[in-house]
């Protein structure tokens, strides 16, 4: 496949019919993530597979680089989603959508500079207590360069996150997604046939407008480091 032809809604379907069981732990989970190395790979990037245990069993986060261009700037931006799911559905809006975004940025910035390094970065065994970013956190300064967001704000990192979700309805917790057809995440819905059902063309239409927004923030916004680490973290 030629990177350059990757994008995020043939990587949903590529999701939905072949790495559709990536429960934590597993060897489907561990296959669906040398997958997501093989493209970054094909996208020119060094892919690091940094395995941890959880609870008895194995995963593994995969991690990229692009290295900035301004060696007097020393600060690092992760932008990170965790690819594994819950037994339930597919994992297609939980998390697979999110798995696309960042590879769309990762795609950019394979063919454009940056000023900063950015590290693109793919949690596993998320659905069992956040493992894969803890322990990415948890070795920052050590063998590994420096939602899944939790641990970076306890080591009090700077993050900005992003939740496809509506605030506005429920317990405005986000959790009941939806007023049509409730949670999606978590639940049997979770396929790319039900959502295309419910809620036609909403994916490829929200997975352009995030693509645009997280290459806009690494581009522009965050481009003032010294004003981006004042600033207060904000979950979005």
């Known amino acids: 496949m030629d990177f350059k032809n990757y994008n995020s809604y043939d990587f949903l379907i590529t999701f939905d019919s072949n790495y559709n069981s990536r429960v934590a732990g597993t060897p489907e989970e561990l296959r669906a993530g040398l997958y997501i190395k093989l493209l970054l790979e094909e996208m020119g990037y060094e892919v690091h597979r940094q395995e941890f245990p959880f ?24 932008v990170g989603a965790h690819y594994d799911c819950v037994a339930a559905g597919f994992g297609i809006d939980d998390n697979a959508s999110g798995v696309a975004i960042v590879l769309e940025a990762a795609k950019y910035f394979a063919t454009h500079p940056s000023e900063f390094t950015i590290v693109f970065a793919f ?17 920052l300064g050590t063998a590994y360069p420096a939602n899944d967001h939790e641990y970076f704000e306890r080591k009090g990192i700077p993050y900005i996150g992003f939740e496809s979700t509506n605030w506005e309805i429920g317990e405005r917790d986000g959790f009941t997604q939806t007023t049509s057809v409730g949670s999606i995440w978590h639940t049997r819905k979770d396929k790319l046939e039900y959502i295309e059902k419910q809620f036609p063309g909403r994916i490829a239409k929200s997975l352009e407008t995030f693509k ?8 522009d916004y965050i481009y003032n480091v010294d004003k981006a680490i004042r600033a207060k973290p904000v979950f979005t």
């Open 212 to 219: 645009m927004m997280l290459i806009k923030i690494l581009n």
């Open 55 to 78: 609870f008895g069993k194995k995963s593994q986060n995969f991690i990229a680089t692009k290295q900035g261009r301004s060696q007097k700037n020393k600060y690092t931006v992760v």
């Open 123 to 139: 949690w596993g065994a998320e659905e069992c207590g956040l493992m894969g970013s803890k322990f990415y956190v948890n070795n």
